[in-house]
């Protein structure tokens, strides 16, 4: 359950530092963009790595994706009595939850 937690925590913690180019936005293709992002995690909370698991075929949007990943570094320390060294996170980043 702590882990479950955790995982919004870190979720909403990348999300809040988070920015796409407002001039970018396509109120009719820009609601389609989406990027999933792997992130894995070490027990202090610093980034060990991230890799694409789907890139949005927009190269601007992609960019704006790892600069929220490296803004969020590191993140909080795992939750006490959780006991794994490292964790492994699929973030979806959409444009629709940038604006929500």
Excluded: C, H
């Excluded at 890139?55 to 969020?72: P, Y």
């Amino acid at each position: 359950m702590a882990i479950r937690m955790y995982r919004l925590q870190v979720y909403e913690w990348i999300k809040s530092n988070w920015a796409y180019p407002v001039a970018l936005r396509d109120p009719k293709s820009g609601k389609d963009l989406e990027s999933v992002v792997s992130v894995k995690v070490q027990e202090t909370g610093r980034i060990l790595e991230s890799a694409f698991k789907k890139r949005s075929g927009n190269i601007i949007f992609d960019q704006s994706v790892l600069k929220a990943i490296e803004r969020s570094d590191p993140l909080p320390r795992f939750p006490n009595g959780y006991r794994k060294t490292w964790e492994e996170f699929e973030i979806t980043f959409n444009l629709e939850d940038l604006e929500g």
